[in-house]
Every structure is written in structure tokens, then in C-alpha cells.
């Protein structure tokens, strides 16, 4: 059973910084599945932010987060991080990890094919 499980949010400044973890099970970086990073704020549509390959490195990014965020596989630990620099009020949502072996992680940091999702961790950036 594919179980994704995410921390590392919190209450931050604006300016500050986070990591969040994505810890898998269920299956292992090796069996291909791709891993994106999603957010959901209140009262706006889920929207993808970053993913990762850890089968062949790629890794993209939405222009909000381009240059600040940073997306990285520990294939050891079947752990994905996404670390976030120089935060944002507009970057306070709810973070999502996600996976599927039906998932391909490209530009357009769709959810199509995604089955799996963690219970989400809650950031939250204050001016």
C-alpha cells in the first residue's frame, strides 16, 4: 500500500524559510513513480508547485515558487523535500505530497493520474 506522509510545516515569517518532508512507502524511488509537491490556500483551486523524477533527476517548478523553492529525492530514505526560501503570505496553503506510477512529473505540474496523496501539512507565512 502506497502511504505518503508529509511534515515540516509550520508558522514562519515572511522572508523566512521551511522544509518539508514527503516520506514514501509502499514502493521505492526505483520503481519510477514520480513525486510532485501541490498547495491548496483557503478558498482557492489546488495547484501543482514543484515535482521530481528520482529515476532521472528532472524537476520543474511553478513560476510562483521558481528561484525560491527547491525540490530534492533522498532515495535512501524514500524521502522527497521541498525546500521553500524567502517565503510569502500567498505562499500560506496546505502542502500536499503526491504519487503514482501513472504520474509524470513535466512543466505543466498536472495531478492527472495521481491516486496517491498525503495527508497534507499546513504552512503558514505572516507579513
Known amino acids: 500500500e502506497v502511504q505518503l506522509v508529509e511534515s515540516g510545516g509550520g508558522l514562519v515569517q515572511a522572508g523566512g524559510s521551511l522544509r518539508l518532508s514527503c516520506a514514501a512507502s509502499?514502493?521505492?524511488?526505483?520503481?519510477?513513480?514520480?513525486i510532485g509537491w501541490f498547495r491548496q490556500a483557503p478558498g482557492k483551486k489546488r495547484e501543482g508547485i514543484s515535482c521530481i523524477s528520482p529515476v532521472d533527476g528532472r524537476t520543474y517548478y511553478a513560476e510562483a515558487v521558481k528561484g525560491r523553492f527547491t525540490i530534492s529525492s533522498d532515495k535512501a530514505k524514500n524521502t522527497v523535500y521541498l525546500q521553500m526560501n524567502v517565503l510569502k503570505p500567498e505562499d500560506t496553503a496546505v502542502y500536499y505530497c503526491a504519487a503514482d506510477e501513472h504520474y509524470y512529473c513535466s512543466e505543466y505540474l498536472s495531478d492527472q493520474y495521481v491516486e496517491h496523496w498525503g495527508q497534507g501539512t499546513t504552512v503558514t507565512v505572516s507579513t
Open positions: 509502499g514502493f521505492t524511488f526505483d520503481d519510477d513513480y514520480d
